[in-house]
């Protein structure tokens, strides 16, 4: 059974913009609690002056920080695909792994990680690394899923739960967290995608990258989906 952490899984799913595209199509229309929205007042609350973003996907966040905030961004993620793409949007973007940053101590007043703690195999070795590269009193604002995130397509389709456990999630962030921050602040947020088309769903579900059952030819339209992330905000 594969893994979300699992470093070959992680390299064979970010390997091009395909899949990361798939899985955002199922969020397309919405309804509730907009978490993007609140990831992006949460950065610029902090003000921030030089900011790393790991695992940065292909550079959307980090190009919208540098522009609107005029911070000093630069991003990491261990896919070269993303890598590239992030740079063809003028992204200060490099190949790395959150596990060995190459930046000296206190290098950043900010560090964003959304939605890719769940992909790190040792996860206090990644968040000891962000730790150390941020200033004293720097901040980290994460964003993961609950393990019930997404629970109707994954029911349909058998997803194999155990795939997710002891990985960083809404149920274990916070007690993570303060292994390595004196302050943690979270926020919890539950919305609904409504997908009218079968063809995201099948989308979705071979992007997965796990053993599972096909979508049902007959799965009734629309269909709705339940979103439930959560936001943590640590402090140094």
Same mark, same amino acid.
């Given at each position: ?20 595209r ?45 522009? #609107? ?10 896919? #070269? ?6 740079r ?62 997404a ?38 947020v ?13 989308d ?12 049902? #030819? ?12 959560t ?6």
């Open positions: 059974m594969s893994r979300l952490d699992d470093p070959q899984v992680v390299r064979e799913q970010y390997a091009s913009e395909q899949g990361l798939a899985r955002a199509a199922l969020w397309q229309e919405m309804s509730g609690p907009d978490i993007k929205a609140q990831l992006w007042d949460a950065i610029a609350a902090c003000a921030p002056q030089r900011v790393l973003e790991v695992g940065g996907g292909e550079g959307g966040l980090s190009e919208r920080i540098a522009r #609107e905030l005029r911070a000093e961004v630069v991003m990491v993620d261990q896919s #070269e695909r993303m890598v590239e793409l992030a063809a949007r003028g992204v200060d973007a490099h190949a790395g792994d959150v596990q060995a940053l190459s930046f000296e101590d206190d290098s950043f007043d900010l560090v964003v990680a959304a939605w890719m703690l769940y992909h790190v195999t040792d996860l206090d070795r990644g968040l000891a690394e962000i730790a150390r590269v941020l200033v004293p009193t720097g901040r980290l604002i994460a964003v993961t899923n609950s393990i019930r995130h629970e109707e397509l994954f029911n349909l389709v058998g997803y194999p739960w155990r795939a997710r456990e002891g990985m960083f999630r809404s149920e274990n962030g916070e007690e993570i967290l303060r292994r390595h921050f004196r302050g943690v602040e979270r926020t919890d539950e919305a609904w995608a409504t997908v009218r088309d079968r063809q995201v769903l099948v979705y579900r071979e992007s997965m990258m796990v053993e599972t059952t096909s979508v049902p #030819e007959d799965v009734e339209l629309p269909f709705r989906v339940g979103a439930r992330p936001m943590f905000v640590a402090t140094k």
